[in-house]
C-alpha cells in the first residue's frame, strides 16, 4: 500500500514538474534561450550592476555571435558581436581587438545581423535595425520579422531586472527577464506603431485596408507570432 502511494506521490511530482517545465517555454527562440543560460549558470553566477547581484544574461542569444555591423564610420563582416538588450549596446570583436571587445553605445550602430546558428536555432539571418531609421524615437533596435513593399513587421527586445521568484531572502539578487514586443511600418505613410500579436489585433488594424479574419488564428500566433505575422503580412502587401 506505502508502495503505490509513493509511486503515486512521485508520479504527481514529475506530472508538475512537467506542466511548470512547459508553462516556463516560450515561443520566442531568444526568450527561450536565454532563461536556458540563466537556469544552467544559476545563483552562483552574477553580474554586479550597481548594487544588485544579477543572474543570466542580458545579451541576446549569449555572447559572441558571428554577425556583420553597419554604421556610418564602418561596415565589418564575419566578426564576433554580443547585443545587449538591458543597455542596447552592441560589442564586437575583430583581428585587432580579439580578446576584448569594443563597443559601439545605443545609436552608433545603424544596423546588425546575427548569422545563422543551427545550435542555437537560428535558420535564417535575424537583422536589426536601429529605431531612428524606423521612424521611432526610442533609441533601441528593432529586429525585421518581415520586410514588405508597404507594411513590414518588426519585433524589439528588452532585457529588464526583475525579482528572482525562488530567492526572496537574498533582497539584493536579481535576474535578467528578455521580453518582446510587435511594430509594424507603414513604408507609405513613415509610421511606426505597437501591435500585439493576436488574430484580434491585426484584424482590427488593418479592417480598412483588408479583410484579415479569414487569415490570421490565435492558434497561429500562439504556436509561433513571427511565421504569423509573416503570413498576415505577405497577405497584405499581396495587392
Do not use: W
Not at 504527481?12 to 534561450?33: P, R, V
Not at 535576474?175 to 488574430?199: A, R, W
Amino acid at each position: 500500500m506505502k508502495t503505490g502511494i509513493r509511486c503515486s506521490f512521485t508520479a504527481l511530482i514529475l506530472f508538475i514538474s512537467a506542466i511548470s517545465f512547459a508553462q516556463s517555454q516560450s515561443a520566442d527562440l531568444a526568450i527561450n534561450h536565454n532563461r536556458l543560460i540563466r537556469e544552467k549558470t544559476g545563483d552562483g553566477v552574477y553580474k554586479l550592476i550597481g548594487t544588485y547581484k544579477v543572474i543570466g544574461t542580458s545579451y541576446l542569444f549569449g555572447e559572441k555571435n558571428k554577425g556583420n555591423l553597419f554604421s556610418t564610420e564602418a561596415k565589418a563582416y564575419n566578426i564576433f558581436l554580443s547585443y545587449n538588450a538591458y543597455n542596447q549596446e552592441v560589442e564586437f570583436y575583430s583581428t585587432s581587438n580579439p580578446d576584448k571587445p569594443l563597443i559601439k553605445k545605443s545609436g552608433e550602430v545603424d544596423s546588425f545581423f546575427i548569422q545563422p546558428n543551427v545550435e542555437l536555432g537560428i535558420i535564417n539571418p535575424l537583422k536589426f535595425v536601429y529605431g531612428i531609421h524606423l521612424g521611432s524615437n526610442e533609441k533601441m533596435y528593432y529586429q525585421e520579422v518581415y520586410g514588405g513593399s508597404r507594411f513590414s513587421i518588426y519585433k524589439r527586445y528588452k532585457a529588464d531586472l526583475d525579482y528572482v521568484s525562488s530567492n526572496y531572502i537574498q533582497s539584493e539578487l536579481r535576474q535578467f527577464d528578455l521580453s518582446c514586443e510587435y511594430y509594424f511600418v507603414d513604408g507609405e505613410k513613415k509610421t511606426i506603431k505597437k501591435i500585439k500579436p493576436n488574430s484580434a489585433s491585426v484584424v482590427k488594424e488593418f479592417k480598412d485596408i483588408k479583410d484579415m479574419s479569414g487569415v490570421v488564428t490565435n492558434d497561429a500566433f500562439t504556436v509561433s507570432p513571427d511565421d504569423a505575422f509573416r503570413k498576415a503580412f505577405t497577405y497584405l502587401n499581396n495587392q
